[in-house]
């Protein structure tokens, strides 16, 4: 038999294209984020960032991410840059690997979050930082706020869906309770996603990584494969990103919306 697993991992933040029944749905609780924190603030983690990217002149086009464990929730170990379709052999390459050495050396201990009960990995989360090397601070999206978007109650559109995977876990409480918070997007997503026939006969298996931004309206923007496993793998998330819902409202910081970022991996087995 085979089967599809998903993992998420946070981005510090934590997801879209625009479904017509969205706003039609019951919204969701915002949340406070609960996550690690930054000393100093989400602000003071993007300016760090774009300090690294600053070390390369002329500055290459493109996206990378750094991703980083946080032991404990608080200290900083495993750095690496995830395997992306415009890193290979790229002068992004050699500018991702300048600044992801900058962070490395300069990324003070976190303030741990709270871990969540029902996710054992949330001991020790991983961090996923993307380097932009070409927009200018003030445009770039905050990595995690204060006040996370607030999504449309997922539950309610997986029943019009008539989803599956949701079908088979309907009456989850653990599984309700997320759909209907502010982190509910992420198994919604999860749950959009199909093993690509084109795939499982070339056996092709991996994590893929996808980049997008909630906007300070709550739109879905930027979505892009920043972690590849394959080209059919990669169309697939990219199709399941495209049946995200809007935010119904977005991120806050100091009482202000914001931009942010989330990077979400989907991770492909075959058993």
Avoid: C
Avoid at 41 to 69: C, M
């Amino acid at each position: 038999m085979k089967h599809l697993f998903i993992t998420f991992t946070t981005s510090l933040v934590l997801l879209l294209a625009v479904a017509p029944t969205a706003h039609a749905q019951p919204a969701s609780t915002s949340a406070v984020y609960t996550g690690p924190r930054f000393p100093g603030g989400p602000d003071s983690l993007r300016a760090l960032v774009y300090r690294s990217t600053q070390l390369i002149n002329p500055p290459p086009k493109g996206r990378a991410v750094v991703q980083f464990e946080l032991a404990n929730g608080s200290t900083p170990r495993n750095f690496k840059l995830l395997e992306s379709p415009t890193l290979i052999k790229s002068p992004l390459t050699r500018a991702a690997e300048t600044a992801m050495s900058f962070l490395q050396a300069r990324m003070p201990a976190w303030e741990p979050g709270t871990p969540d009960p029902n996710d054992p990995q949330s001991s020790n989360p991983k961090v996923s930082l993307v380097l932009d090397f070409a927009t200018p601070l003030v445009a770039q999206p905050f990595p995690y706020a204060e006040q996370a978007p607030t999504f449309p109650d997922f539950a309610p559109l997986l029943r019009a869906q008539r989803n599956v995977f949701f079908e088979r876990r309907q009456n989850d409480a653990p599984l309700l309770a997320k759909l209907s918070s502010s982190s509910g997007l992420v198994p919604y997503f999860q749950m959009q996603i199909r093993y690509p026939s084109a795939a499982l006969r070339q056996r092709q298996q991996g994590t893929v990584y996808l980049y997008f931004e909630v906007s300070e309206t709550g739109a879905i923007e930027q979505k892009q494969i920043v972690g590849s496993a394959g080209l059919d793998l990669d169309e697939e998330v990219l199709r399941a990103a495209r049946q995200l819902p809007a935010a119904t409202a977005p991120a806050l910081h100091q009482g202000r919306p914001v931009r942010v970022f989330y990077v979400i991996p989907s991770s492909f087995k075959i058993q």
